[in-house]
């Protein structure tokens, strides 16, 4: 499937707590994709890319219970992000500035 990425906001948490935690990331990625399909045109509203296609990845993720982590973006200062280094599940970071409107 090739749709752009997407992600969700979460609660601010301990920097090692997505290692340490009782969910799963399944669990909470399906979480995630329901609301996001069942509230798809406000999703779409908030990010330039106007095919989510919410639906099909939600199928598809239940379909192959899989989920394969790339990358992700974080927000936070410097120092925060960068303390994320020492763990061994980390392999680069790339410090950047983003703007609000």
């Known amino acids: 499937m090739q749709t752009p990425v997407i992600g969700f906001p ?59 982590v790339y990358g992700i973006a974080i927000t936070g200062t410097a120092k925060d992000v960068l303390s994320l280094e020492k763990m061994k599940e980390v392999h680069v970071i790339r410090l950047g500035q983003i703007y609000w409107p």
Do not use: P
């Not at 290692?19 to 329901?34: A, H, I, P």
């Open 10 to 68: 979460y609660k601010k948490v301990h920097v090692d707590s997505v290692f340490n935690r009782s969910f799963t990331d399944y669990e909470e990625v399906v979480k995630g994709l329901e609301l996001l399909t069942k509230n798809e045109k406000w999703a779409t509203q908030l990010t330039e890319y106007k095919n989510l296609k919410m639906a099909e990845r939600l199928k598809w993720v239940k379909k192959n219970k899989e989920l394969k």
